[in-house]
């Protein structure tokens, strides 16, 4: 018998991917070395040679995390999906949560908790505001949570979040300690191990420059305990890390089994990706900020100089300017991404990211370009 829906015609015409600058707060743009790596041909994600790549993979987290963790692995996923992991298996329902809230990612997290049946309580602040570690302490003494969760990176607001200390305080109040990285790894220093953080995740697609869909993780041996201890199994089970340590040969057991087929293609680029990172010779961070607006600027940078996230810069909508029509206006006549707020921080700014590869100081004077005409030519309204 024939077909009754016909072959559509999109997919009688070939694929078109315009080339455009990413300089919004990611995907960032991908080097050609680590394009290549993701068009190596297919293995299975089974083969002993997968297992060498994800060995590497792992090395090549540890590396980039500072840390010596043993249940370090990469997620099939983009960052959210490190960041489902990290609380479906260290909190069990009931428990109590405390989420830090300075732009989107504690709001994410908070609605996650909340999903699996945690007990979840907010500390909130205006995106771009960061916590001291005194308010963090009263908030722990108060709540008593089995965690705690803090964005080092918040993309949203721009900021880079302070951590020292905190895992400290978490050690003495039995919290664990998870810290959102996406935005931040490889363009801000973090030091999983020196600075006591429990779980920490983070994304490829950002300073990373590795395409979206892989995320590394890691967990140290208090967060292990935790989770190999609970009562009740994790809500997902392609997140289950029991299963996963064992698919990434962290469970010390001598076979890895099926439990999902990784994205290997994604796989192979984000090797590249750390192989690049291990690279590099001054220090591990591959990009340190490129100030791109002078003290002249109509824009004017929302957090403190101090707190600036290295990869992602929220700067002021200039007054009586649409940033829709403008950022719209910019990827038309300049082929350039940044994008509006997200979350709190929608209506009240514009961010441009330049990260990891994309860190470069001409690639900062286009942005500022850009803008500029933007100005020029978007309409000023009356009101
Ligand atoms: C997404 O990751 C963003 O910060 O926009």
Redesign the pocket.
């Known amino acids: 018998s024939s077909v009754t829906i016909p072959p559509p015609a999109c997919m009688l015409r070939p694929l078109e991917v315009p080339l455009r600058y990413l300089f919004?707060?990611?995907p960032s743009n991908v080097p050609p070395r680590i394009l290549a790596a993701g068009s190596r041909p297919i293995i299975g994600h089974l083969h002993p040679e997968m297992y060498e790549i994800m060995n590497d993979i792992k090395k090549g987290i540890q590396y980039a995390f500072q840390t010596e963790n043993n249940m370090t692995i990469a997620m099939s996923g983009s960052g959210h999906a490190a960041m489902e992991c990290a609380v479906f298996n260290t909190v069990e329902p009931g428990e109590s949560v405390l989420i830090a809230i300075n732009g989107i990612w504690g709001e994410r997290v908070a609605e996650i908790a909340e999903r699996m049946g945690a007990n979840v309580h907010r500390m909130v602040k205006t995106p771009g505001r960061y916590f001291t570690n005194t308010e963090i302490e009263q908030a722990i003494k108060k709540h008593k949570p089995v965690l705690l969760f803090l964005a080092h990176g918040e993309?949203?607001a721009g900021l880079c979040h302070p951590v020292d200390g905190i895992g400290d305080i978490c050690r003495k109040h039995d919290c664990l300690f998870l810290v959102d990285t996406?935005?931040s790894l490889g363009a801000a220093p973090i030091f999983m191990d020196k600075q006591n953080i429990d779980i920490l995740y983070s994304g490829s697609q950002k300073a990373l420059n590795a395409p979206p869909g892989t995320a590394p993780i890691s967990f140290n041996d208090r967060a292990c305990h935790k989770m190999f201890n609970r009562k009740t199994k994790p809500v997902s089970y392609l997140f289950d890390m029991t299963h996963l340590s064992n698919y990434w040969g962290c469970d010390g057991k001598p076979a890895r089994v099926y439990h999902h087929t990784g994205p290997v293609s994604g796989f192979f680029a984000l090797r590249e990706s750390l192989a690049i990172l291990a690279e590099r010779v001054k220090g591990y961070f591959p990009t340190s900020s490129v100030t791109f607006l002078n003290k002249k600027s109509p824009f004017f940078i929302c957090v403190l100089q101090d707190l600036r996230l290295p990869s992602?810069t929220t700067i002021a909508i200039p007054e009586g300017y649409d940033w829709r029509e403008m950022l719209t206006y910019i990827m038309k006549h300049h082929c350039i991404e940044m994008?509006g707020g997200?979350g709190p921080s929608i209506g009240m700014v514009m961010r441009i990211g330049l990260m990891g590869y994309n860190c470069e100081k001409t690639n900062a004077d286009m942005a500022l370009h850009a803008l500029a005409d933007a100005l020029k030519n978007c309409k000023k309204s009356k009101a």
Do not use: I, K
Request: aromatic fraction near 0%; charged fraction near 0%; proline fraction near 10%.
């Open positions: 919004g707060p990611g993309s949203s996406v935005a992602v994008t997200l």
